[in-house]
């Protein structure tokens, strides 16, 4: 009997030593979970699971326990010692991921839910993107209390046609539904149910509300969403409710307007008109500035400004991506030492996986003599060796500097990452943020990161706070920092006094 069991039970060792683990049993846990154990174990081999068990107060928790026989020379089973990891964290982040990926109103899969689908198979989809026409005029009209069935009563319908196995259905947006097909036998079916089915406004009557859609169609795997989102655009454009996306139609478009945003970007590099702009992230009790977030901004030849946004997709491509980042730290890291001011830069894996940027990142943070500059790390999927993001962590550190998370509880977002980022900061996804008012999921989701994040010393960073109500629903609820449009836009470093 050892501490930390008494910790998570809640018994003293009086209470415990001596009783059998019936008293820490779940009565929820199957009776085959137990004859599973005892017959593995009897047996003499070596069972591991997650178990659910019960503490003093009634309530759960989780423990990974691996029960190992103690056997003598002659094989005869003396006793058993089990191993317990606790694993409340681990639980608690996949039920909160499922909470995220799932769309309140309709109980679908949601975007998060659809995009970790496409990421885990090449295969040749077809996607039907149906959204509802004037589905505001149906919340004017009827309210939004109606507006909200409608959605769940479409989503039945949608459902009762899709009797096939691989033919997933999707919420996405406010009023939109994907159905995404992965048998290419089923591809001439559901080509027919569009036309015979999801256009015909019959079959879409709720409460004598005619419900009709614009439809969007597209094949294949890469850029499967955009397309279908392409084709629903053209759909509206052309009037026609219904079309199908090819590459045909608008491929050369794309390419010279790609085209034109790298020669932009290769200009401004060249040219070094490569800026970084800054945002102000507040104290969310004194709402007094404590540093800024640097974000790239591209001058073009006419001195307009381009946001990130409209270029890094190219630049990331490029090869002179690098370039573009070693400009954007020297610029970074000159104004935070000429005005004493902590910054944040924004780094990708594609970045720290740089043995020469990183080595670049190195000299500059030993030369630096201002305050501590965090770096923001973007946790997703493009994360292959957690080694590289360890070393660059533990490289940083040792200058000073702190490491904030980036667009944490997106679809991918898991709480054990945590531990290799060794984060002191974690920003949370706007997409959460700035729901907060309507969205009591979103609440939940928030509520729980906080807790998690003031448990393990780690400050939460509240983005997209863009009014004064959001940004006392994020104080309410325990967030350390706030940074959004209530609180001032991206601007140049002139305009916050960073430079004379």
Request: aromatic share 12%; charged share 30%; with cysteine.
């Amino acid at each position: 009997m050892n501490d930390k069991f008494c910790d998570i039970t809640g018994y003293s060792r009086e209470e415990l030593i001596g009783r059998t683990h019936a008293i820490i049993k779940d009565a929820k846990n199957p009776i085959s979970l137990y004859k599973d154990i005892w017959t593995t174990i009897s047996n003499g081999k070596v069972w591991s699971g997650i178990v659910k068990n019960r503490k003093k107060d009634g309530s759960s928790y989780y423990v990974n326990s691996t029960i190992y026989p103690i056997k003598e020379d002659n094989g005869k089973i003396l006793e058993y010692i089990s191993i317990r990891q606790d694993v409340m964290e681990f639980i608690r982040s996949q039920k909160l991921l499922e909470v995220y990926s799932t769309d309140s109103k309709t109980q679908l899969p949601n975007r998060q839910k659809l995009n970790e689908r496409l990421k885990i198979s090449m295969d040749a989809f077809m996607s039907i993107l149906l959204d509802i026409k004037d589905f505001s005029i149906i919340n004017e009209l009827y309210g939004e209390s109606m507006g909200d069935k409608v959605l769940f009563e479409i989503a039945l319908k949608l459902k009762s046609y899709l009797t096939n196995e691989g033919v997933n259905l999707y919420k996405l947006d406010s009023d939109s539904y994907l159905i995404l097909v992965d048998d290419k036998k089923l591809f001439s079916k559901y080509d027919s149910l569009i036309e015979f089915t999801f256009l015909c406004e019959d079959n879409f009557i709720i409460n004598d509300i005619v419900v009709s859609f614009n439809i969007g169609v597209a094949y294949g795997s890469d850029a499967l969403l955009s397309n279908s989102f392409s084709a629903l655009k053209e759909a509206k454009k052309t009037k026609n409710r219904f079309f199908v996306y090819s590459d045909k139609n608008n491929t050369k478009e794309l390419y010279q307007e790609n085209l034109k945003k790298f020669d932009d970007f290769k200009d401004a590099l060249i040219n070094n008109r490569i800026e970084p702009f800054f945002q102000p992230i507040v104290d969310a009790q004194s709402e007094e500035v404590v540093k800024y977030e640097s974000l790239a901004r591209i001058i073009d030849r006419d001195g307009k400004i381009i946001a990130v946004a409209d270029f890094l997709g190219i630049a990331e491509k490029s090869s002179f991506f690098e370039n573009f980042t070693r400009q954007m730290i020297q610029k970074i890291f000159a104004i935070s030492s000429s005005s004493n001011k902590e910054v944040t830069i924004n780094l990708t894996y594609e970045n720290i996986s740089s043995k020469e940027l990183v080595r670049y990142i190195e000299n500059r943070l030993k030369a630096h003599k201002g305050p501590k500059i965090t770096f923001e790390l973007l946790e997703s999927e493009e994360i292959s060796d957690y080694s590289v993001l360890e070393n660059f962590v533990d490289m940083v550190k040792g200058y000073g500097s702190l490491i904030a998370i980036d667009d944490f509880g997106t679809g991918y977002s898991n709480f054990v990452h945590l531990i290799k980022f060794k984060a002191d900061f974690i920003k949370i996804d706007g997409s959460i943020i700035s729901n907060l008012e309507h969205d009591e999921n979103n609440k939940l989701i928030l509520s729980i990161l906080i807790e998690y994040a003031k448990k393990n010393n780690i400050k939460i960073i509240a983005e997209y706070v863009s009014s004064p109500e959001i940004a006392k629903i994020v104080k309410e609820l325990g967030v350390d920092l706030l940074q959004g449009y209530h609180y001032g836009k991206a601007e140049n470093a002139k305009y916050y006094n960073l430079i004379a």
